[in-house]
């Protein structure tokens, strides 16, 4: 892991005031850029050849006298793909432009986790050694510390012989990198039977089918809770609800929108439906659910700062499901910007936007911390 102080040597090179602000350009990388333009930094994203034109045409900024008149990209790095942005002559044209650069769930997929930790040497804002604890099944991974931190998440199933319930079975898609080839089974019989299944068809392999994590399935409403830590807060609280989203997924949406004589004619390749994330939606808590919810960040942000030196910095997404009886259970964390955030841009969140008195996206507020921290002399408390 590259230490701390290496990253703050190089933050002593930048002329903080002309801070840009750096992304991935994937995932939730027109929030970063929109919140940064409100905040009044310059933007740069980093493209894979092929997938350049939403950010170097279509969302491309136009400014007038430094102002933005349109669009919300400044400049753009386009490489054949996206681990390139690892090289050490293209992590000092980073540097060159005094970026401080926000991970997202596409730089951590499509880079390695070993040369984020090691090698990358251009000041993240958030947590950088968090980002290894997405990887399910590592030593230390969010559900070791969701146990540590005393967090509710779906009952661990050992065996596929030991199914008597409903359960969800969590692995890695064959072919889609960021996408999952999850499949839920009631039973042995039905998980052996969809399991070959989906390996025929290619979805699934059978490496990771023996890897795969096997658990209680919630039936409740699915609440991802975007979160942000502030270490520069001295009065007020230093956990605050930004916004929450939900998932549009393929084909599951599909299936569900049929009526159930319709889907019970679904022949073998349409019968499982598949869990690609294809968009976001917005959503709001009942009132009476709010203390819950910032109860569960308070405990994950508690045993992040206990057991990932210095804890969570930013945002943080808690993606929960809520049971009958109001029960909130965490199915997955992302410990940086999430990845329904783009449902925020420009508009903000209710929750957002009511403690702020401003349109306020993740985006915007993590552009606000950087803002904030250059301004008190403080960016070495929120880089790593």
């Not at 990209?73 to 996206?82: A, L, M, N």
């Not at 001295?234 to 569900?256: A, C, M, P, Q, Y």
Request: charged fraction near 30%.
């Amino acid at each position: 892991m590259i230490d701390r102080k290496e990253i703050i040597d190089v933050l002593s090179d930048y002329d903080l005031t002309k801070t840009t602000i750096g992304v991935l350009a994937s995932h939730s990388a027109l929030d970063v850029c929109d919140g940064s333009v409100e905040e009044g930094f310059n933007t740069h994203a980093v493209c894979e050849k092929g997938r350049e034109r939403t950010y170097c045409e279509y969302f491309k900024a136009q400014r007038y006298n430094g102002k933005v008149m349109r669009g919300i990209v400044d400049s753009v790095d386009i490489y054949e793909k996206f681990n390139e942005i690892i090289k050490t002559e293209n992590q000092q044209k980073l540097r060159k432009r005094n970026v401080i650069f926000i991970p997202n769930r596409s730089f951590s997929s499509y880079c390695s986790i070993d040369e984020i930790e090691d090698n990358f040497k251009v000041p993240i804002f958030g947590s950088r050694n968090l980002l290894r604890s997405e990887e399910r099944g590592i030593e230390k991974d969010y559900y070791w510390l969701l146990e540590k931190a005393g967090l509710p998440y779906p009952e661990k199933i050992d065996s596929p012989e030991d199914i008597d319930c409903l359960v969800m079975v969590k692995l890695s898609h064959a072919v889609k990198k960021l996408e999952r080839g999850f499949f839920t089974a009631s039973s042995y019989a039905e998980f052996k039977k969809k399991k070959d299944a989906l390996i025929k068809q290619g979805i699934i392999t059978k490496e990771a089918l023996a890897a795969a994590r096997i658990e209680r399935y919630i039936i409740g409403p699915v609440f991802n809770l975007d979160m942000f830590f502030s270490p520069l807060e001295e009065e007020l609280s230093k956990i605050e609800l930004l916004g929450i989203d939900w998932r549009f997924e393929t084909s599951l949406d599909g299936h569900v929108r049929l009526p159930a004589p319709q889907q019970i004619t679904l022949n073998e390749s349409q019968i499982t439906p598949e869990y690609t994330v294809c968009g976001h939606n917005s959503a709001t808590l009942r009132e009476s659910l709010l203390e819950d919810a910032f109860e569960l960040a308070e405990k994950y942000v508690k045993a992040t700062r206990k057991y990932y030196q210095p804890g969570i910095i930013g945002p943080f997404c808690l993606q929960t499901c809520v049971d009958k009886d109001l029960n909130f259970y965490v199915y997955d964390v992302a410990p940086r910007v999430g990845g329904g955030t783009n449902v925020h841009v420009s508009v903000g969140h209710p929750y957002g936007n009511t403690l702020w008195r401003k349109p306020m996206s993740t985006g915007r507020r993590m552009a606000m911390e950087i803002r904030r921290a250059i301004e008190q002399d403080r960016v070495a408390e929120i880089v790593t």
